[in-house]
């Protein structure tokens, strides 16, 4: 059996040797490289040698992360707290249940509906025009999947607007300049119930209708949830509800019909080469549940965050494509790993999840990159990039910005000898460790294969945390102290806060306040 005292004496003696002098072993910088799908993760940038694998990999066998994934995509129940499956990996899968098939078809028919104009708004207008409303997964995903996959050179069919903030101002920029009798609302939400995607639908509702007449938002909104009598219960049409099951978790739900929005502007073909390239990493982790790219990933990231002296995550892709790409990942590794219990309800007595953030390159060497290289903390950081645009002879220059940036976060500028005359603070640390993850393409299939990666990636770490990666109760508490003092707010004075919130409310002077649409 491995313990954790094993575990951090390796990580000790791993530390002792500086990142640049590993590199100048014979063919590391082919033994610590692993493809699948298109994507190859590039951990030469880091501390684990090839003598430490072994260790590693039989720790991820000890704790049971085969096992784990076999139970992923044979639909055992993953999610214990909610005794459910996590059935995302099944909407990318070719062969599908009847349901899913039945679902399936259900969205393509209304993709095709759309975009061959045969379902129009009241005044018979073609949609021109797509709002979308949700937040978390049912925002992010979707965004993600637009962003990444328009085409720079081509007008899109449909202007796309996502609305997820609470504030009024928000919404308010999303639909200025709108017509409203071309303009389609999407919600998507899997309760039907959150408080932003309510509030914003209402004000979604109130535009059209006033705009339109009140037939309008049975005619041009869509719901896509896991509880369709409440979009009933809202004015929607029963052919205008996409259903989808309570186990889709909503930061997993980019792959289902969540992405409606996008799918409608990309077209159907796209749309499925984004899931054959998650399917296509699906079948590698099950083929390979310990040597593959993501659980490799799992063990450097678990190595770093519990026995080393680094802090944060920082992730950086060097795609404008990818810009909204760090949000996004942000979401799926703090919701999925930023937990206090274990599966068997105890508290968590070890560090998990660092911090995770991160923004796009070059953008980033222009923030926050000095503090990545002069902190006197070190960091975990992953640099990713297309190698689509070096090989067409387009953005070399991103190429060689993210390869310089790797070279000085790995080899540093040392005191006193290369500083710059007159410059002292013109060095670096160095020693910063850091993976490369490359992907063959910007392509949707190629897309499908990244976070399809860093899914497994995410669920292999809370195996070896002991974890739930698919449950998000620590939200709660807030959401329901918020429902409290907005009570008070609204007049009611009889609403259970407590005493601090009450001389909060008084020391900012808020007043009841109106209800508003």
């Known amino acids: 059996m491995i313990g954790w005292e094993e575990l951090r004496r390796l990580a000790n ?21 692993w493809e699948a799908a298109g994507i190859t993760l590039d951990a030469t940038n880091t501390h684990v040698t090839d ?14 992360i085969d096992a784990g994934f076999s139970a992923l995509f044979h639909e055992q129940k993953v ?55 949700g937040i978390g997964g049912s925002d992010a995903g979707p965004r993600l999947l637009w ?4 085409s720079p050179v081509e007008p899109p069919r449909y202007t796309v607007h996502f609305l997820a903030n609470l504030d009024e101002q928000a919404f308010a920029e999303s639909v200025m300049g ?3 009798e071309s303009t389609l609302c999407i919600i998507a939400s899997k309760s039907f119930a959150t408080l932003e995607t309510d509030r914003n639908m ?84 099950m083929a390979h549940p310990l040597e593959n790219p993501a659980t490799r990933a799992a063990l450097i990231d678990f190595l770093y965050a519990n026995f080393m002296p680094t802090a944060d995550h920082v992730i950086v892709p060097y795609a404008h494509a990818w810009r909204t790409l760090p949000e996004y990942l942000q979401q799926l590794f703090l919701e999925s790993l930023g937990k206090g219990i274990t599966q068997n309800g105890e508290p968590v007595t070890t560090l998990t999840t660092p911090a995770c953030w991160g923004g796009v390159g070059t953008l980033s060497q222009h923030s926050f990159f000095q503090w990545l290289h002069h902190s006197p903390r070190s960091v975990f950081i992953e640099l990713l990039v297309s190698r689509h645009d070096y090989h067409q002879r387009k953005n070399v220059d991103m190429v060689a910005q993210m390869l310089g940036q790797s070279a000085a976060l790995r080899e540093g500028r040392p005191l006193p000898h290369n500083t710059l005359p007159g410059r002292p603070g013109a060095w670096a640390h160095g020693n910063r460790p850091h ?73 900012l002077q808020l007043q009841p306040m109106e209800e508003t649409v």
Not at 19 to 24: D, F, N, P, V
Not at 56 to 63: G, H, R
Not at 253 to 265: F, G, K
């Open 435 to 507: 993976v490369l993850i490359w992907t063959d393409s910007l392509s949707a299939k190629n897309l499908g294969a990244l976070l399809a990666f860093y899914e497994h990636r995410v669920y292999a770490e809370s195996m070896l945390w002991h974890i739930n990666a698919f449950d998000q109760w620590g939200v709660e508490c807030g959401k329901q102290l918020a429902q409290k003092t907005r009570r008070v707010l609204s007049g009611d004075d009889d609403a259970a806060i407590s005493l601090f919130q009450r001389e909060l409310i008084q020391r």
């Open 51 to 64: 003598t430490a694998w072994p260790v590693l990999l039989a720790y991820a066998k000890q704790v049971g």
């Open 202 to 285: 209402m004000r979604a509702r109130h535009w059209l209708e006033s705009s339109v007449g009140p037939t309008a938002w049975a005619t041009q909104a869509i719901a896509v949830t896991a509880h369709p009598e409440r979009a009933v219960s809202q004015g929607f049409s029963a052919t205008h509800i996409l259903p989808f099951e309570m186990d889709l978790g909503g930061r997993f739900s980019i792959w289902s019909s969540v992405s409606l929005a996008a799918i409608l502007n990309l077209g159907w073909s796209v749309y499925t080469d984004f899931l054959a390239g998650a399917e296509a990493i699906d079948q590698y982790v």
């Open 178 to 180: 709108l017509d409203p």
């Open 147 to 150: 962003e990444a996959l328009r």
């Open 13 to 33: 003696q791993l530390w002792e040797t500086p990142i640049a002098e590993l590199c100048h072993a014979p063919h590391r910088v082919h033994t610590q490289l």
């Open 79 to 133: 999610n214990q707290s909610e005794d459910c499956a996590a059935t995302h990996v099944l909407w990318r899968r070719t062969e599908k249940s009847p349901t899913r098939s039945a679902r399936f078809l259900q969205l393509r028919e209304l993709v095709d509906t759309i975009r061959g104009d045969v379902w129009r708004g009241v005044t018979n207008k073609p949609f021109r025009h797509i709002v979308h409303i």
